[in-house]
């Protein structure tokens, strides 16, 4: 069974950091492309950041410099890194294996999107 199970999330004060982590059964995360969305009350599914199979990444200008992808192959579990968090990071965030055509930058109307394979979310909550 494909599953995607993220963690991590949390309450935290403005300027903290968090790491959330997203690890998989069913499928190598070395083998895929895995994205990082979230979305806050109100707001479209905002894309993130992505990890290609060959370790390329790409973020959005929104989290460029603050956010950090990264994976362990040997734990099959795909991470980010979120430093100097702000109120607006306030959202659930999502973890995906999605397929060639996603892009990094392209939000979509609602998360968990139609394609890929998604986890059920974890909330992050930044306070001032």
């Known amino acids: 069974e494909v599953q995607v199970v993220e963690s991590g999330g949390g309450a935290v004060q403005a300027g903290e950091s968090l790491r959330l982590s997203c690890t998989a059964s069913?499928?190598?995360?070395?083998?895929?492309?895995m994205a990082w969305y979230r979305q806050g009350s109100g707001n479209e599914c905002e894309s993130l950041s992505l990890?290609?199979?060959?370790?390329?990444?790409s973020y959005a200008d929104s989290v460029k410099g603050r956010f950090s992808i990264s994976r362990d192959n040997a734990k099959n579990t795909v991470y980010l890194q979120m430093n100097s968090l702000k109120p607006e990071d306030t959202a659930v965030y999502y973890c995906?294996?999605?397929?060639?055509?996603?892009?990094?930058?392209?939000?979509?109307?609602?998360?968990?999107?139609?394609?890929?394979?998604w986890g059920q979310g974890t909330q992050v909550t930044v306070s001032s």
């Open positions: 995906a294996a999605v397929p060639p055509w996603i892009l990094v930058g392209i939000n979509l109307r609602t998360c968990p999107g139609l394609y890929g394979n």
């Open positions: 069913g499928f190598v995360v070395g083998d895929s492309r």
């Open positions: 990890i290609d199979s060959h370790g390329r990444t």
